[in-house]
């Protein structure tokens, strides 16, 4: 019978060394910077936190960039929140609506329109529900605003708020009614109330964004003369026709300028001013077809997709 022989040690270490050897050491090399360790996808880094620490497993100090995060962990993210809800069913109704006006000229098209109008009533019946608790986030909003530094946007937001909680005490009035639970409630009464209310919050809130406005355009006019020492020379030929031309010029570069530096404020902005049309036209002091007042209430409602989806969009009370 043959003898077995095993294999020298010395074969055997080479073996393992060949097959299972670890992973080299990462070597510091004086004057260069060091290879960050791999990340998985989606992982990000947070600039206020440990480099080391991916961001999904801790939270993002303050003052660090949003996180980098997939398609479908976003939108997760997103429609969890009942205010994000609330925007996609908002732009969904105000979509109806705009392209419900587009399509009634056309002939052929009544079935088109008949579905957009049912799906639009459906989806604002669907928003009532996510307004329902609206009052105390309203009355929150009052006392935070309360506590601002600066007078006119403490007045302007305390108002502002005061009369959101108005406006949700009517809104949840009429939700009641259509429900049925009290028939004996006067619709077209308490629909006047809540678009007066509404109205009244919007202009307040529109106050206050004016007022941080002008601190950014006043903020923006400094800077440009503190680079431009020496005063610009008129030159020949120069009239007032022209003064009131390079004015004109240099108040929208101004504003130009603030906007583009403060997303956030150009978001608020035109999410207020767009919103404000539909209780307008229910007043009946700037009257607005319903093209008008759909493409309205689409472009704030993607401005509170933006807000929603990205926090640090919102405009901060200072």
């Given at each position: 019978m043959p003898?077995?022989?095993?294999?020298?040690?010395?074969?055997?270490r080479?073996?393992?060394n060949?097959?299972?050897?670890?992973?080299?050491?990462?070597?510091?090399?004086?004057?260069?910077?060091?290879?960050?360790?791999?990340?998985?996808?989606?992982?990000?880094?947070?600039?206020?936190?440990?480099?080391?620490?991916?961001?999904?497993?801790?939270?993002?100090?303050?003052?660090?960039?949003?996180?980098?995060?997939?398609?479908?962990?976003?939108?997760?993210?997103?429609?969890?929140?009942?205010?994000?809800?609330?925007?996609?069913?908002?732009?969904?109704?105000?979509?109806?609506?705009?392209?419900?006006?587009?399509?009634?000229?056309?002939?052929?098209?009544?079935?088109?329109?008949?579905?957009?109008?049912?799906?639009?009533?459906?989806?604002?019946?669907?928003?009532?529900?996510?307004?329902?608790?609206?009052?105390?986030?309203?009355?929150?909003?009052?006392?935070?605003?309360?506590?601002?530094?600066?007078?006119?946007p403490?007045?302007?937001?305390?108002l502002?708020?005061?009369n959101?909680v108005?406006?949700?005490?009517?809104?949840?009035?009429?939700?009641?009614?259509s429900?049925?639970l009290?028939s004996?409630?006067?619709?077209?009464?308490?629909?006047?109330?809540?678009?007066?209310?509404?109205?009244?919050?919007?202009?307040?809130?529109?106050?206050?964004?004016?007022?941080?406005?002008?601190?950014?355009?006043?903020?923006?006019?400094?800077?440009?003369a503190?680079?431009?020492?020496?005063?610009?020379?008129?030159?020949?030929?120069?009239?007032?026709?022209?003064?009131?031309?390079?004015?004109?010029?240099?108040?929208?570069?101004?504003?130009?300028?603030?906007?583009?530096?403060?997303?956030?404020?150009l978001?608020?902005?035109?999410?207020?001013?767009?919103?404000?049309?539909?209780?307008?036209?229910?007043?009946?002091?700037?009257?607005?077809n319903?093209?008008?007042?759909?493409?309205?209430g689409?472009?704030?409602?993607?401005?509170?997709?933006?807000?929603?989806?990205?926090?640090?969009?919102?405009?901060?009370?200072?």
């Open positions: 003898s077995f022989r095993s294999p020298a040690p010395a074969a055997w080479r073996l393992s060949r097959h299972f050897r670890p992973p080299p050491e990462v070597r510091e090399v004086p004057g260069r910077k060091a290879r960050p360790p791999p990340r998985g996808r989606g992982d990000s880094i947070c600039p206020a936190g440990d480099p080391a620490t991916p961001w999904r497993t801790r939270d993002c100090a303050a003052g660090g960039t949003w996180p980098r995060l997939g398609v479908m962990d976003a939108f997760t993210r997103f429609t969890n929140q009942t205010q994000g809800r609330d925007r996609l069913f908002r732009a969904t109704q105000y979509t109806c609506m705009l392209l419900r006006y587009l399509l009634e000229p056309k002939a052929g098209k009544e079935n088109v329109v008949m579905k957009l109008k049912k799906l639009e009533s459906s989806v604002s019946t669907g928003r009532k529900w996510f307004r329902l608790g609206n009052v105390v986030h309203a009355i929150q909003a009052t006392q935070q605003s309360i506590h601002a530094t600066a007078l006119v403490r007045l302007c937001l305390t502002a708020n005061l959101r108005v406006y949700f005490i009517c809104d949840t009035i009429l939700w009641v009614r429900v049925g009290a004996h409630v006067n619709k077209e009464k308490w629909r006047m109330w809540a678009a007066r209310h509404y109205c009244c919050s919007l202009l307040l809130s529109l106050a206050r964004d004016l007022y941080e406005i002008s601190l950014q355009m006043e903020q923006a006019a400094r800077d440009g503190e680079r431009e020492k020496s005063p610009p020379q008129d030159p020949p030929g120069y009239s007032v026709a022209d003064e009131e031309t390079e004015w004109l010029q240099s108040f929208l570069l101004l504003l130009f300028r603030s906007l583009r530096k403060h997303p956030p404020l978001l608020d902005t035109v999410k207020n001013f767009c919103d404000i049309l539909n209780p307008l036209d229910q007043l009946g002091i700037y009257k607005s319903p093209g008008i007042i759909g493409l309205g689409l472009v704030s409602s993607l401005a509170g997709i933006v807000i929603v989806a990205y926090p640090h969009m919102k405009l901060k009370t200072q």
